[in-house]
């Protein structure tokens, strides 16, 4: 029988990077098996996701091994709900950051600012989106200088959508907000980004 109990795995706190995290239809398979009771599956998931995971939890509590102790009590979530009735049955890495997010502000409260250290670890790669794109061709120092200035909200709508990479509804779902409203705050966050650059050159 599966113990529930996980042992964090060791993250290196290196300049983080941005994980290939398994495709949508990949990831309603492990849904499927894991609902079955596939222990294979269930510590496939935690193979795959424990990283990204603790990488956002990092971010917010800015302390490696309180994020380490945050993210196995995520994943003992997740064996709990998959044993119950509250298994994820979609987006199982938007659920995965949800559950991370109710444990941020359990332990913490509402957490205000991003700790600003943290944030020398965060830039995200370039793809075919121009805010990525415009985020990702920014210095680190520059980057964190401008980060560090924006509110709670707007780091962490850029840090779900560029960051981990999660579509508009996965963040709307882990914020609590309707889609519109995530296009609106990403779209004020950059906005606030390239203004804070723009005084930079004055």
Known sequence: MWSGIFYPTRVADSPMIVLVLPDIPQEDRLITRARQGDQAAIMQ?????FTPVYQYIRLRVGEA???EDLASDVFVKMVNAFRGHNAPRH????WLFKVARNEIYA?????K???TE???DWLPSGDDDAEARFIASLTAERARRALAMLAPEQQEVLILRF?????LQETADIMGKSVSAIKSLQFRAVNTLRSIL?????
């Open 163 to 167: 960051g981990q990479t999660l579509d």
């Open 118 to 120: 943290t944030l020398d």
């Open 45 to 49: 998931i935690y193979e795959s996701y």
């Open 107 to 111: 332990h913490y409260g509402k957490v």
């Open 65 to 67: 091994m309180l994020a």
């Open 113 to 115: 600012q991003f700790p």
């Open 198 to 202: 723009g005084k930079d050159h004055e």
């Open 91 to 94: 987006s199982l890495r938007g």
